[in-house]
């Protein structure tokens, strides 16, 4: 079976639909919530607790690994999956977004952009290529294009010109891709910001292209609510059905559903770990509730009565609450295991309905 | 069948002996290393993955208990075991030890001892009716008694001083428990420092009574290794042969397999927890080595070539390397997995020698 997307149904009261997206390591069925291992490992979690949790593919990050551990060392076990030990599909992002939130002393230009670590100051280069060489190396299922991810507020100025670079960027990227062929899929990613004419003027030139799949990038740095929306529901009727749909760095519960009715296939967020170690924990409708509350102290109620994660299954409010006072780090493990099985749930269910509709 | 220990075999090259001891909550095979969780979690691991390591039985404490979360709220989960879902053996120590090493402000007397708490300064009491009662209410499978933890070094006074109050203690905590029988067994712990002749007389009037079975105290607080040895050499002789031999705080490899030639049936220590969260893991012969050393960065083997543990099965040296240098929890999980296993493996080899000659 060819690697890529196909769309099994497509319901009649929204955009939303069900697809399969074959990869190098399995099917996964959208819509999808993927968990995030930005260090090659979901904090806190074993490979088989993620797999436990039902997810379905995870996603690691090419800014964090090609500093740390580096390429060269996970390409000597083969790639990602060996290294850490999950043998689904693995997503890895650029690091696009983390060159420009995470380095020091960033200088873009034509051909890529240079950068320090933010770990050790080291110098460091990266291009369109060498991106796409990079994930080679992680021989991860689904790669992203070095992009910029422009900040939110931005002038209309500097939203159009970072949008014509990533686009150039994207192709140049494309063409390596398509040099190298190995199964692995090349998604693009449309930004242009809060603007609409931007946004349009980047998916035109991506789709012309015809890359496997489409990300909306650039949302979920910091604007309002409806802004996000409203950038979802212009961009997503911009891009081709036949290919699958990644809005990247969402992961509230309110955010999945309005998504997926407007035709999303895919999602990502560190908000379910993030969440954990802070000791919040979703319940009925998407709420977050801090386990830390005292009302919690003597509660022998799992975290929510209608979860079969581990952490439900197996423990109470009151212990959890009482692992997170004493400051064990198997709180934060319990509660991250219940949040990504909460949103994969979630997606489990509106998937469900959609095939049942 | 009755709670209790019995003898299955005896060495005839040394005094080490396999035995069963029957508790509530199953029966344990000695020798035996257990695992600590101070605060009703073996650090970093869910209760399968500790099952997972081969651990019969687990340690708690009823310092760290009764002020976090308090014996009210783990009696109303019936006990420790459903507390924190582990349904084999615990033993409780008695926060003795930590009375004596964390609390503030301690204050003895004829009754017991009064603290406060190193979490929040509250006041506290302690007597040896009081401790049987907090672990009859976490309905531990082994209780020990409120002892005094005579530091190292103490002058023979203070040592005799602190054995007498002591062996008051215990027989204090044997007549309270004696009246409240639930087939919890109670441990005698024999004090008397680095004094042979005190660790004699302190012997001698707690086997007068018949305890379910003896710990050798106040080891492992500082001295040399030749004076723990020294100790156990002479104490585990003046303890009868049908209880079982437990010495508190013991854990390196050839520790244990000194102290089970001379007799002993049980240890507990933190060493193999608290090593992994810096980064070491035991290998061959029982040595210590520290993962972030350069050598591992591309190291493809597992921590330990002859070990069956989730870590050693499904990671390498290089990755767990990596999620210690990069300051991910699961490191620290996965060292201690392993450090747990090969103290078990350790003493499960040693037993299954003993049973084969």
Redesign the interface.
């Known amino acids: 079976m060819t690697n890529g997307f196909r769309v099994i149904k497509s319901s009649i009261y929204s955009r939303a639909r069900v697809g399969e997206l074959t990869t190098n390591h399995g099917v996964i069925e959208t819509p999808v919530f993927m968990p995030v291992g930005t260090?090659?490992?979901v904090?806190?979690?074993?490979?088989?607790q993620v797999k436990a949790t039902g997810a379905q593919i995870i996603l690691s990050n090419t800014y964090h690994l090609m500093l740390?551990?580096g390429v060269d060392?996970i390409r000597?076990?083969g790639g990602l999956h060996q290294?850490?030990?999950w043998n689904g599909p693995i997503l890895t992002d650029s690091g696009g977004f983390q060159v420009f939130s995470l380095s020091a002393m960033r200088k873009i230009n034509q051909g890529g952009v240079t950068f320090k670590s933010h770990i050790d100051g080291s110098a460091h280069v990266m291009t369109p290529e060498s991106v796409v060489d990079l994930q080679l190396g992680f021989n991860s299922d689904i790669m992203m294009p070095l992009d910029i991810c422009t900040p939110y507020p931005a002038t209309e100025e500097q939203t159009a010109q970072d949008m014509a670079r990533t686009i150039e960027w994207e192709l140049a990227a494309y063409r390596h891709w398509k040099e190298n062929q190995s199964g692995q899929l090349l998604f693009a990613i449309v930004q242009g910001g809060t603007y609409p004419h931007l946004r349009k003027a980047c998916a035109n030139a991506l789709t012309e292209v015809g890359f496997p799949g489409y990300a909306i990038g650039g949302v979920s740095v910091g604007e309002p609510i409806e802004s996000i929306r409203s950038v979802i529901e212009a961009v997503s009727p911009m891009l081709p059905d036949v290919a699958p749909r990644y809005v990247m760095g969402l992961g509230l519960p309110e955010n999945l559903r309005h998504a997926i009715s407007h035709g999303i296939d895919m999602f990502d967020c560190v908000i379910p770990t993030r969440l954990a170690r802070h000791g919040q924990f979703f319940v009925e409708a998407g709420r977050r509730v801090n386990i830390r509350n005292r009302q919690f102290?003597?509660d022998?109620r799992p975290l929510d009565m209608d979860c079969d994660c581990?952490a439900c299954c197996?423990?109470?409010r009151?212990?959890i609450r009482?692992?997170m006072?004493?400051g064990?780090?198997?709180g934060?493990?319990?509660l991250s295991i219940h949040n990504i099985r909460f949103l994969v749930r979630l997606v489990d269910e509106i998937r469900a309905e959609l095939k049942s509709k």
Chains 1, 2 share one sequence.
């Open positions: 260090q090659a490992t904090k806190g979690l074993t490979p088989d740390r551990p060392l000597s076990f290294f850490m030990n102290f003597d022998l581990l197996q423990f109470s009151a212990y009482h692992l006072v004493a064990e780090m198997l934060a493990t319990l």
